[in-house]
């Protein structure tokens, strides 16, 4: 799936709830599916800042695509499934189509009406982080070629 078909599928998905508190869960419980990540690599280095709790994201890349993983701490379940949807969406793309995607998924669900200003802080910085590694990538894959 590229990364616009996996948003309409976000979208479709959080279509299916009217309740604002059931799609908050749904990003809680899209959190808890999310695989830990290595604690060593949980480092500052990984650490997103501006996040209102302990949210880390590291990246690899394998095979010209970019795959992310990430956590948060024990207790901050919204920011966990944030960072789920952000690599379900983004992970195992192209460097590149990382680096420049248009993350539309995230008003069309309404994510502002049901975080608050802290938490749309740190998905921003979340979101700056994961298109960094696209922009950093893309320079190695290219000049790889």
Do not use: H
């Not at 990984?46 to 695509?65: F, H, P, T, Y």
């Not at 992310?68 to 024990?74: A, I, L, N, P, R």
């Amino acid at each position: 799936m590229t990364i616009n078909e996996k948003q309409d599928e976000i979208i479709e998905e959080f279509d299916l709830f009217d309740d604002q508190l059931d799609k908050t869960q749904y990003i809680i419980d899209l959190g808890k599916k999310l695989p830990p990540m290595p604690e060593l690599n949980k480092t500052d280095e990984n650490r997103i800042m501006g996040c209102q709790s302990k949210v880390w994201v590291d990246a690899e890349l394998k095979d010209d695509r970019l795959y992310f993983f990430g956590d948060s701490e024990q207790t901050a379940q919204i920011s966990k499934g944030l960072v789920g949807l952000l690599i379900r969406v983004l992970s195992g793309e192209k460097p590149e189509d990382i680096a420049n995607a248009d993350l539309y998924f995230i008003p069309r669900v309404g994510m502002g009406n049901l975080i608050t200003s802290l938490r749309a802080g740190g998905l921003a910085s979340m979101i700056e982080r994961m298109k960094g590694y696209g922009r950093a990538y893309a320079g190695q894959t290219a000049q790889a070629k």
